[in-house]
Antibody
Framework: QVQLQESGPGLVKPSETLSLTCTVSADSIMNYYWSWIRQSPGKGLEWIGYVSEYGTTNYNPSLKSRITISLDRSKNRFSLRLTSVTAADTALYYC????????????WGQGTLVTVSS | NFMLTQPHSVSESPGKTVTISCTRS????????VQWYQQRPGSAPTTVIY?????PSGVPDRFSGSIDSSSNSASLTISGLKTEDEADYYC??????????FGGGTKLTVL
């Protein structure tokens, strides 16, 4: 059973860069996409983007200019960088495994809350 | 881009049946797989339906999915409602460039 665990700072200052890592256990990075999704307090799910097993990416157009998702195969983990954050980026950030054929988010981490505040 | 529109909330009594709709604004509903996720308070989402109507193992057959091309919508139906079904439900799909969209979510109250 695959397990995903998000890690990173819980507090980021406005205009700075948010960096999160998702460590994947009990599964290989290969044969799936790996994605980030966020959920603002009391709101719905927002897809941020994904990285493929080969490192190719696909991003939400509304965030594309500020995000980078990358893969570290040697450590079985992937990462999110979101630049120039504002209070609107305060959210619970989830990492997820994605089945490529259906774009099904079939396994999720528990989520990590990131607050943007000075 | 496209949108997936869900009702904000639905409510029904235990033992009854409820249907949650998910309407696609552009692009055929049948052209791209639709998934449904259940999110209980304080928990990550879990899949209840994928590929329009398939149930993952462990999801009871009280949960079913369907699509209606005439209304360009997908539906999640839960029969024999239980209090444990009370949760937020999200539909999800994508487009030809693999841009992923989640519906706005529907809060199900079982009262």
């Amino acid at each position: 059973q695959v397990q995903l665990q998000e890690s990173g700072p819980g507090l980021v200052k406005p205009s700075e860069t948010l960096s999160l890592t998702c460590t994947v256990s009990a599964d290989s990075i290969m044969n799936y996409y790996w994605s980030w999704i966020r959920q603002s307090p009391g709101k719905g799910l927002e897809w941020i983007g994904y990285v493929s097993e080969y490192g190719t990416t696909n991003y939400n157009p509304s965030l594309k200019s500020r995000i980078t998702i990358s893969l570290d195969r040697s450590k079985n983990r992937f990462s999110l960088r979101l630049t120039s954050v504002t209070a609107a980026d305060t959210a619970l950030y989830y990492c997820s495994r994605v089945r490529t054929r259906q774009l099904l988010f079939d396994s999720w981490g528990q989520g990590t809350l990131v607050t943007v505040s000075s | 881009n496209f949108m997936l529109t869900q009702p904000h909330s639905v409510s029904e009594s235990p033992g009854k049946t409820v249907t949650i709709s998910c309407t696609r604004s552009s692009g055929g509903i049948a052209s791209y797989f639709v998934q449904w996720y259940q999110q209980r308070p304080g928990s990550a989402p879990t899949t209840v339906i994928y590929e329009f109507k398939e149930r993952p193992s462990g999801v009871p057959d009280r949960f079913s999915g369907s699509i209606d091309s005439s209304s360009n919508s997908a539906s999640l139906t839960i029969s024999g409602l239980k209090t444990e079904d009370e949760a937020d439900y999200y539909c999800q799909s994508y487009d030809r460039t693999n841009q992923v969209i989640f519906g706005g979510g529907t809060k199900l109250t079982v009262l």
